[in-house]
């Protein structure tokens, strides 16, 4: 076991030069919320000593004397705030969009102990098709992935492999042909949700189950909020599959999101987020400050406690 005083947070978005991200989009606004809610709940941990955040755009929302702020800017680079803090522990949240998430985390490893899952678990869970085949040969109950996608009457969902959360989900017709880059499955008009899992290497404790809130336009389906807590009525069989994921993949490793689908009447898995997802941001309303502590916990000290924390209130969460 060890004891972690001194972490670092990378998360992609806010760690951009802000000349190469679009302060108002949905994304960065999200990624913001983030930091800021990471942030506020390490400091609280009397384990961390400090916690360096490469950012120039949250500087002035959280201040606290265990905060150290790097900022890319000209006679700065990213590289060089990486190179002064090699040998630390880190912690990163990037998108899987065109493979980021694995490409940074590909490089960092080599200087830095990514408190992440371990590299092979990463790589399975950035690609949607990779997670779709290992869960299947695993016999873990997973969303199928459709080979035949010219069934008549018949609606279809296309997803890019290499993509995150609802990005560039569309509802495809019968006769649509398979493409180069993007999975196809069958529409369900189940229950949708998630949950938040925390995992190390002989342990698990399954934090919070959440409902999603779809919004469907036309041919497009996008998240628009999660209520948190709002799937608890499920939690002994979702603790069920929480557990059939863990034992499949032990090099599972923190925070993990895990997407989850309704079909007839059975709980299946959409999606495997092995970084901190938007619904952290809800948990402290939802569970109390006790869930976040067992967060920090894990990352600090790689202790779980195995109290689960009763639901307070449902808290819904509205995206941008």
Not at 260 to 267: A, D, N, V, Y
Request: charge should be positive; charged fraction near 30%; hydrophobic fraction near 40%.
């Amino acid at each position: 076991m060890y004891i972690e005083n001194e972490i670092i947070l990378f998360e992609y978005f806010t760690a951009l030069p802000t000349t190469d991200v679009d302060l108002n989009s949905k994304i960065f606004k999200e990624a913001k919320k983030l930091s800021v809610s990471i942030l506020k709940s390490f400091i609280k941990n009397n384990y961390l000593s400090k916690i360096h955040i490469i950012s120039n755009s949250i500087s002035k929302t959280v201040k606290n004397n265990k905060i150290k702020y790097h900022f890319v800017e000209n006679n700065q680079s990213l590289n060089s705030i990486l190179k002064n803090l090699t040998g630390k522990s880190l912690i990163l949240i990037a998108p899987e969009t065109n493979k980021i998430n694995i490409k940074i985390a590909e490089k960092l490893r080599k200087k830095f102990t990514l408190l992440n899952s371990d590299f092979e678990t990463l790589e399975i869970f950035s690609s949607k098709k990779k997670t779709f085949l290992e869960l299947k040969k695993k016999k873990i109950p997973v969303v199928e992935i459709e080979n035949n996608v010219n069934l008549k009457n018949i609606r279809y969902i296309s997803k890019p492999i290499f993509g995150a959360g609802s990005e560039n989900i569309k509802i495809t017709s019968s006769d649509t042909k398979k493409k180069g880059g993007i999975i196809v499955q069958k529409y369900h008009d189940g229950e949708a949700g998630s949950f938040i899992m925390l995992c190390k290497k002989k342990g698990m404790l399954l934090l919070s189950c959440n409902k999603h809130i779809l919004n469907i336009k036309k041919k497009t389906i996008s998240q628009t909020g999660t209520i948190i807590g709002g799937l608890e009525k499920h939690r002994k069989i979702i603790n069920k599959l929480a557990i059939k994921l863990k034992r499949g993949f032990p090099g599972l490793f923190g925070y993990i999101g895990v997407d989850i689908l309704m079909i007839k009447g059975r709980w299946k898995i959409l999606e495997v987020n092995t970084r901190f997802t938007s619904s952290f941001v809800g948990l402290e309303k939802a569970y109390g400050y006790s869930a976040l502590k067992k967060i920090t916990n894990l990352y600090l000290n790689e202790k779980i406690d195995k109290k689960i924390d009763k639901l307070l209130k449902q808290k819904r969460i509205k995206f941008n």
